[in-house]
């Protein structure tokens, strides 16, 4: 190999500008060529993202209009004005119960709910949509909810016809009975007691009625 020839194709594989990879020209096309294509590929991804943006702002706006007036819209249909049940009815004074007594307020034969835990009577209107005909807690609605609560079941299997004194729960059931007992005092008004068979209602003064009240609100 003579002297100088291998600087000349080290030279001409640096210098594709001008010549091809063959030795031939072509080398500058080459490269207008690719730096043809990526500005076409960055204009078209730029005008994508333009596109996507615009698409993302519309959106957006026909978001913030419904959420401004589609909701008005929904509100003002039929009964949007009327008040819930809890709303109409005067609070009901405290008094003990027969479970007889106790089945009237099922949210069918009256607008009332009540319900028992424990031995305590909660009434539950205020919470219609979890303890109405219609809710999913409903089978409680008028009846002694305790062993349901406790077996965590809602079957009718829960419900007792007669008086439930709990007495084959153990320690761990009892244990869910009172926490739930809690629960419903810190939440609903509590306005009576379950009387057991036989046992004759207790007599409440206005003033231990409202002093009750009180410590609920």
């Known amino acids: 190999m003579a002297a100088g020839d291998g600087d000349v194709k080290l030279s001409t594989l640096g210098s594709g500008g001008e ?5 031939s020209p072509g080398g500058a096309g080459a490269t207008a060529a690719r730096s043809g294509w990526v500005a076409a590929l960055l204009a078209t991804g730029g005008e994508m993202l333009l596109n996507v943006a615009l698409v993302a702002l519309v959106l957006l706006g026909a978001y913030r209009l419904w959420v401004r007036w589609g ?14 049940p809890a709303a109409t009815l005067p609070r009901m004074k405290k008094r003990d119960f027969s ?10 034969r009256t607008p009332r709910i009540l319900l028992a835990v424990n031995g ?8 219609s949509k979890f303890y109405g005909p219609a809710g999913p807690y409903g089978i409680f609605a008028g009846r002694d909810a305790s062993r349901g609560l ?16 709990l ?13 739930w007992e809690m629960q419903f005092k810190e ?9 057991k068979p036989g046992e004759e209602p207790s007599e409440y003064t206005d003033e231990e009625d409202t002093k009750d009240h009180s410590k609920q609100d």
């Not at 909701?71 to 819930?84: F, I, Q, T, V």
């Not at 406790?150 to 004194?165: H, N, P, Q, S, V």
Request: charged share 35%.
């Open 19 to 23: 010549s091809g990879g063959d030795g």
């Open 71 to 84: 909701r008005r819209g929904l509100c003002s249909g039929p009964g949007a004005g009327e008040e819930s």
């Open 99 to 108: 479970l007889e007594q106790l089945r009237q307020y099922d949210g069918a």
């Open 120 to 127: 305590k009577v909660f009434d539950v209107t205020k919470g």
């Open 150 to 165: 406790a077996t965590f079941c809602l079957d009718k299997d829960a419900l007792r016809d007669e008086y439930d004194d």
């Open 167 to 179: 007495s084959d729960l153990n320690a761990v059931q009892m244990e869910s009975v009172r926490e």
């Open 187 to 195: 939440k609903y008004d509590y306005v009576g007691r379950l009387l």
